[in-house]
Nanobody, 115 residues
Framework: QVQLVESGGGLVQPGGSLRLSCAASGFTFSLAFMSWYRQAPGKERELVAG???????NYADSVKGRFTISRDNAKNTVLLQMNSLKPEDTAVYYC?????????WGQGTQVTVSS
């Protein structure tokens, strides 16, 4: 059974920080490309950050310098550290994994940035 389980979402004030976690199981995590997407109401789902098998990250321009993606293959976990949060970061954040040509999605976790 393949599972991607996100945690760490919540309500935070502008300028604050959150750390999202994604716990993966049911596939060979070390062989997977992992990423975070987000989707705000009325908007398309967009790629926030991705990380490949050797740990090279990539980021959307809107989050560069504020967000950091990392992975711990020993723990089958992907993290998204979000700093200097802005109201426009408000969205449901989804963990995504791709391995052996198959895509997997987490259930999503809500992030709300509001004063």
């Amino acid at each position: 059974q393949v599972q991607l389980v996100e945690s760490g979402g919540g309500l935070v004030q502008p300028g604050g920080s959150l750390r999202l976690s994604c716990a993966a199981s049911g596939f060979t995590f070390s062989l997977a490309f992992m990423s975070w997407y987000r989707q705000a109401p009325g908007k398309e789902r967009e790629l926030v950050a991705g990380i490949n098998l050797i740990g090279n990250p990539n980021y959307a321009d809107s989050v560069k310098g504020r967000f950091t993606i990392s992975r711990d293959n020993a723990k089958n976990t992907v993290l998204l550290q979000m700093n200097s949060l802005k109201p426009e970061d408000t969205a449901v954040y989804y963990c995504y994994g791709r391995v052996a040509g198959v895509s997997y999605w987490g259930q999503g976790t809500q992030v709300t940035v509001s004063s």
